[in-house]
């Protein structure tokens, strides 16, 4: 490697695409480094999905407890303390970050906690004022929540500040109707807040099956979140009491404890000097990449949000893999395959899915064949929970092969990971019919679908 250069590597940003990247290259043999501002781990492990999901869970012991009951069990005076749950996930957070960052010393990279940013031709300063050269920049600096231009907007919260609240607001209003909104809808439905979610547009979770949507919709509508589509900002107003006076379109102004917004989020490419040296940048902000993550400049790359191509952790990490193993692994450069990547929201219940949407399939290939199991999973029934599960596959009437799957109920994500390999690998409705359901559960369905 280039021994000009006091590394051969300078990753920006510790989140999930750059750690893995990384660390990777330093097994490979490289000299890394890596900056980071905040916290070694990114988006995923201190304010995303790790602590997300934590609080999913305790969330869900909202309806076991009340369920419970169905089952046999007497539980007297059941309370919930969110701070206790608050600093445990918190806790368990600091102890994932240090292990990320064991990691990083394991391998022999240097870690700066401070910003860095392109000042040169394969040269970097850090916050300190320190320059460093490298023969390669990787750029995984993620992406941020969006917030959108309103008056009071100074007043909102993100999904980032959620998990840092002193109490759990009485009344809590969610702008967007994506993955984050769904799922804080759901936790603090469960610990007791009244739910509003607003969208601009009339649909949530775009993209996914519109079965599925509507089937979270009238389930999220049963547990008494409230839904206000075509609603967009016109100003948000504090009050002194510390309540929030709000006003959407096409809606009277209404009084709440909180406010977040969950309206996408953007790349974070601001002061990294990305300018100095030519990278070029798309119209939403992203870097834009080739599909080996390769920018407009040789030497630089760019994995995970901040290339805007498919927003997920389980994609920035092997994006990084792909870029380590292909710049310093010696094989031949290979690139992340994007398509057929699972994916789930975690709501109440969650939703996961692989592959087309019916309309989709319908659109590309014509004529597909589509099966369907609306059933309520035998523990709903036990619970006296009117809540139904739907799971959907869609297979190409031509040849066989399943082309999506689409679950709404519990434990999807889990069933999903292993059904994902099946359609990922072009198995058919006929391969899926060949196996032995496994009895009583809920993912026989999938084997079992008429
Ligand atoms: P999403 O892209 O899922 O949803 C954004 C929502 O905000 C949509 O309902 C959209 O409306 C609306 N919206 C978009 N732009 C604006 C705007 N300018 N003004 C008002 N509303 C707007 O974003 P999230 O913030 O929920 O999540 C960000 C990303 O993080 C996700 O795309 C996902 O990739 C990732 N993520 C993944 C999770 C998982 O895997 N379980 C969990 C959380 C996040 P419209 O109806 O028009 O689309």
Redesign the pocket.
Known sequence: MAEQYDFDLFTIGAGSGGVRASRVAAAHGARVAVAEEYRVGGTCVIR??VP?KMLVYGAHFAEDLEDAKHFGWNIEGKSFDWARLRDHVQNDVTRLEGLYSQTLSNHGVTVFEERATITGDHEVTLASGKVVTANYILIATG?R??I?DFPGNEHVIT?NEAFHLAEIPRRILI?????????FAGIFNEFGSKVTIA?????????YDEALRDRLLQISLTKGIEFCFMA??EYVEKQDDGTLKVKLTGQDERIFDCVM?????VPNIEGLGLETIGVQCGKRGEIVVDAFSRTNVDYVYAVG?VTDR????PVAIREGQAFADSVFGGVEPYAVDHSCVP????SHPPIAAVGMTEGEARNRLGSVKVYQADFRPMKNVVAARNERSLYKMVVDAANDRIVGIHMIGPEAPEIMQAAAIAVKAGLTKADFDATVAIHPTMAEELVLFK
């Open positions: 995303g999905c997300k992406a929540p969006h959108p999904s702008a967007g109707g994506g993955y984050i909104a769904n799922e969208n601009r547009s009339d649909t949530i979770l775009r993209g967009e900002f917004v969950a309206t996408g989020r949000d498919v927003q997920l952790t994916s789930a929201v975690f």
